[in-house]
């Protein structure tokens, strides 16, 4: 019988290894690659993701001898195989005699052949092809002692994550008939007697192509949605073979940390591992932040389950306009940071760099001067690291605060047309207040707007633009039993059909935060807004991008009043005590100093530790099994740093007993075991370096 239980990787150790392409070298260099892999300490290998093309050379004959050579070597050397259905790319036959499989743009021109993801989610023609495939590699390999886990596809919707041809507009009304179960349903629910936009018939919808203005929201925010469900139908369908010929092992796809175009938790709850493919920009001193909070959300798509970083670049990658290498320690750091937010693994793109085609700048663990180049020196020595590090493998992360993630608040709060301001941005909100936690200390997880909240003492909600009853309902709860809630800008507008609900925003959040929003107030590009702390009237923070226009019910605490301009003295920021708990509104946009000094008090409010002096040069993170705790030390800046350790602390990576005082190097890190603490994870933090905010 099948089990409904997540299956783990089949494997023993912390994941350590990168994708593997071996068709794209002599068969000759294959046993130094395994030689090389097995010095490296690598145990964990992806392939053949791109090889569709020379398993099925030709329609429904399969050459599998080569693939077979390759595992069965890498085996013999100990290495374990996440094994790819390789239905990433159809080949060009496939696209020669069936040109229908093509997507189509926005301007319903369909694309050519030449890159990879040639191919439209919703063509049946493509599923046909790609289900065979994924039934002859299971068959093939389900019972190989190399196989530790399936890797479906690749990248799901990073070159199409959308496509506007006549399948997929097929598709698109099948998908709105299921939904609203009649075209007055659908009527109804897009608002069409605005615009004159009435259909009769589903036939009539089209996706929302370019046109001669703007378009229906409503429509735009559906077709997100289809989008979305597209691909994980997609996805699912592969799922379904590999359960039934393999039902013991596990499948994954790689994610590509907070992207707006798929609904990751939809995904993530038909797979067994969540893997995430990071690339934090070498060039820029704070990607870490913005890491972190991908990573935070890897963790949460699963309750709390171990992940596994199953991409990131040893050096420089191949596809930004400036494509700055990693210093000497930085990969190291960025490794042990993943693996700090609940990682199982360290894995990388790719094993052997290329010497051809669009990825041969990429970097690889083995550079193009091979065992000599500088990345297959410092990716070894990781590897000898990591089994220092052995027993956080399967610990859980642990985090009293949480953001709530919710895609469709970001596809709707983000659309093209109609909205008050473009200058609002959901991503850049939910960054800018993570990054404020992350400088007061804290790790946050990620968390549906309906929960669950149990654990978290303070729950952040940058955005919810669209908002429902049971959203408010279990928001209200964790309130209620003595949460601290934080509520930003722009919430509560509409309702999942894009209409304003009755009585304006907040709209079901209304008796929650105790506020109404007569006027949004947006500020253009060079203008901004003061808010003054009623507290403490000498101390301004400052919005550059949005303000509101709110009025507060007469029993709720207005923490914060606009200062000049037209919404002088008008309330900015309030606290609505409610139960237990209380929740909180912020109307403004706040820079990142004002966000710190707001959440700061929620912080307090919440009775959670708070740092002195904000900083985000320095991460402090527990992982832990209920009687060990494991707390990593990262210094991401560019001075030595120094941190109070743990009661009990030992080094794994030094094997040093640590008392009192840890000092870092820049780019350190310490992975510190102790008897498990409640505050473990919260490590209160001094610095030799005061300017890391």
Not at 242 to 250: E, K, N, W
Request: contains cysteine; charged residues 20%; glycine residues 8%.
């Amino acid at each position: 019988m099948t089990s409904t239980s997540p299956r783990p990787i089949r494997l023993d150790a912390l994941a350590y290894g990168g994708d593997y392409n071996p068709d794209q070298w002599p068969e000759s260099v294959w046993a130094e690659d395994a030689r090389l892999m097995q010095q490296a300490d690598v145990n964990l290998v992806s392939l053949p993701v791109f090889s569709w093309p020379l398993i099925e050379k030709t329609p429904g004959s399969y050459d599998f001898g080569w693939l077979d050579r390759v595992i069965d070597l890498l085996w013999e050397h100990g290495i374990r195989i996440d094994l790819a259905t390789a239905t990433a790319t159809p080949p060009a036959w496939l696209i020669r005699q069936h040109p229908e499989v093509l997507p189509h743009d926005v301007h319903g021109q369909r694309l050519e052949f030449g890159s990879r993801q040639a191919y439209c989610p919703s063509s049946p023609v493509f599923r046909e092809h790609a289900l065979k495939l994924t039934e002859a590699m299971a068959t093939r390999y389900g019972d190989h002692p190399a196989l530790a886990m399936w890797h479906i596809s690749n990248e799901y919707g990073d070159h199409v994550p959308r496509c506007w041809c006549p399948a997929s507009a097929v598709h698109f009304r099948a998908w709105l008939a299921n939904r609203y179960g009649s075209i007055d349903g659908l009527n109804e629910a897009w608002g069409t007697s605005c615009w004159g936009q009435n259909y009769l018939t589903f036939e009539h919808v089209e996706p929302p192509r370019t046109s001669m203005g703007p378009i229906n929201p409503t429509q735009q925010l559906d077709f997100e949605r289809f989008s979305s469900d597209a691909l994980l139908e997609l996805f699912q369908a592969e799922i379904d073979v590999l359960r039934r010929v393999t039902p013991d092992i596990a499948v994954t796809t790689n994610f590509m940390s907070l992207f707006k175009e798929l609904d990751y938790w939809d995904f993530a709850a038909v797979e067994d591992v969540v893997t995430d493919d990071a690339y934090p920009d070498p060039a820029d001193p704070r990607a870490h932040v913005p890491a972190a909070l991908n990573y935070g959300l890897m963790r949460s798509l699963k309750a709390g389950q171990p992940w596994l970083l199953l991409e990131q670049a040893p050096s420089a990658v191949s596809w930004r306009d400036v494509n700055v290498p990693k210093a000497p320690g930085r990969m190291r750091l960025d490794s042990f940071q993943a693996i700090a937010h609940g990682s199982d693994g360290a894995m990388f793109f790719q094993w052997r760099q290329a010497r051809f085609g669009p990825e041969k700048y990429h970097s690889a663990m083995l550079g193009h001067r091979g065992e000599d180049s500088r990345t297959f020196q410092e990716t070894a020595a990781l590897g000898a690291e990591l089994r220092r590090i052995a027993p956080v493998r399967g610990t859980r992360v642990k985090a009293r605060v949480a953001l709530v993630v919710d895609w469709d608040s970001w596809w709707g709060s983000t659309a093209p047309d109609s909205l008050p301001s473009q200058r609002l941005n959901w991503l850049a909100q939910a960054r800018a207040w993570h990054g404020a936690l992350f400088a007061l200390g804290q790790t946050v997880d990620a968390v549906r707007a309906t929960g669950p909240f149990d654990g978290y003492d303070l729950v952040v909600v940058p955005n919810l633009y669209i908002a429902t009853d049971e959203q408010r309902d279990a928001l209200t709860a964790f309130v209620e039993r003595g949460g601290q809630l934080v509520v930003g800008p722009f919430s509560g507008v509409v309702d999942p059909t894009e209409k304003v609900h009755p009585g304006g925003a907040p709209g079901p959040l209304r008796e929650l935060l105790g506020v109404e929003v007569d006027e949004w107030w947006p500020l253009p590009e060079g203008e901004g807004a003061a808010v003054s702390l009623t507290s403490e009237p000498g101390t301004e923070l400052t919005t550059g991008i949005w303000s509101e226009w709110i009025v507060a019910a007469p029993t709720v605490e207005v923490v914060a009043a606009y200062t000049g301009g037209v919404l002088d003295g008008r309330p900015a920021i309030v606290r609505n005590t409610l139960g237990a708990g209380a929740a909180w509104y912020l109307s403004a946009a706040l820079d990142d100093a004002g966000l710190e000094e707001i959440l700061a008090r929620a912080l307090d409010a919440a009775a959670l530790p708070v740092r002195a002096t904000p900083n985000r040069d320095i991460e402090v993170v527990t992982r832990g099994d209920g009687s060990t705790d494991y707390t990593f030390v990262l210094n991401h800046g560019t001075a030595p740093a120094t941190v109070a350790a743990p009661e009990g602390a030992h080094d794994l990576l030094t094997g040093d007993d640590i008392t009192g005082e840890l000092t870092l190097p820049a780019s350190g890190v310490a992975v510190l075991a102790h008897p498990a603490t409640a505050s473990a994870g919260l490590l209160t933090v001094t610095t030799t370096d005061t300017t890391g905010n």
